[in-house]
């Protein structure tokens, strides 16, 4: 018995080469779409893991006997400003100025009104601190503040603070996001 095999036509044939290409193409977008999301969020957590801190955050840093709440300075516009320029501080704030890497950074009391003190942070210890520090005459040249020790963390806070709080060098420090791992 012999069997009669249907060859197609060939605009079936035709029909179905198109088919297969729009199917292919389709899978190839999607997956170029999936491989781009994929490196987008990478890039996202890379740069969070690099960089956690933005401007203007809220850091509650927990030291000495009490907890302080900070505005964080990153970038080098907002660590130049600091705290220069305002009237006043409220009680328990200060600013956290974060760097990439432990130095010995150079601090000045240019545009400030009210006294500060310094607390100089690497990793979570104390590592010096420079207390009851003035802002300048008006007119007066102003003095520069540096740690004795490198630092990675700089918090200024109201003169009196470290006295206050009974901060000391050495000291374990907590610094969190408030928002994110309040303790």
Same mark, same amino acid.
């Given at each position: 018995?012999?069997?009669?095999?249907?060859?197609?036509?060939?605009?079936?044939l035709?029909?179905?080469?198109?088919?297969?290409?729009?199917?292919?193409?389709r899978?190839?977008?999607?997956?170029?779409?999936? @491989?781009?999301? #994929?490196?987008?969020?990478?890039g %996202?957590?890379?740069?969070?893991?690099r !960089? *956690?801190?933005?401007? /203007?955050?809220?850091?509650?840093?927990?030291?000495?006997?009490?907890?302080?709440?900070?505005?964080?300075?990153?970038?080098?516009?907002?660590?130049?400003?600091?705290?220069?320029?305002?009237?006043?501080?409220p009680?328990?704030?200060?600013?956290l100025?974060?760097?990439?890497?432990?130095?010995?950074?150079?601090?000045?009391?240019?545009?400030m009104?009210?006294?500060?003190? @310094?607390?100089? #942070?690497?990793?979570d210890?104390? %590592?010096?601190?420079?207390?009851?520090? !003035? *802002?300048?005459?008006? /007119?007066?040249?102003?003095?520069?503040?540096?740690?004795g020790?490198p630092?990675?963390?700089?918090?200024?806070?109201?003169?009196?603070?470290?006295?206050?709080?009974?901060?000391n060098?050495?000291?374990?420090?907590?610094?969190?996001?408030?928002?994110?791992?309040?303790?």
């Amino acid at each position: 018995m012999a069997r009669i095999r249907k060859i197609p036509n060939t605009d079936t044939l035709s029909m179905e080469r198109q088919k297969n290409r729009s199917e292919k193409k389709r899978i190839q977008a999607a997956s170029g779409a999936l @491989f781009l999301s #994929i490196v987008f969020y990478a890039g %996202v957590l890379y740069a969070n893991y690099r !960089s *956690p801190w933005r401007d /203007g955050q809220t850091a509650g840093v927990y030291i000495g006997n009490g907890k302080i709440s900070a505005e964080v300075a990153v970038s080098s516009q907002k660590q130049y400003l600091g705290l220069s320029w305002r009237s006043f501080l409220p009680a328990d704030s200060g600013m956290l100025f974060v760097f990439n890497r432990p130095d010995k950074y150079e601090f000045t009391m240019r545009g400030m009104e009210f006294p500060l003190d @310094f607390i100089w #942070i690497n990793g979570d210890k104390v %590592v010096d601190l420079t207390p009851d520090i !003035s *802002p300048p005459a008006p /007119g007066a040249v102003s003095i520069n503040i540096t740690p004795g020790s490198p630092a990675d963390y700089v918090l200024e806070v109201n003169a009196g603070t470290i006295n206050k709080l009974g901060i000391n060098i050495g000291e374990t420090v907590i610094i969190r996001k408030s928002w994110l791992n309040p303790l």
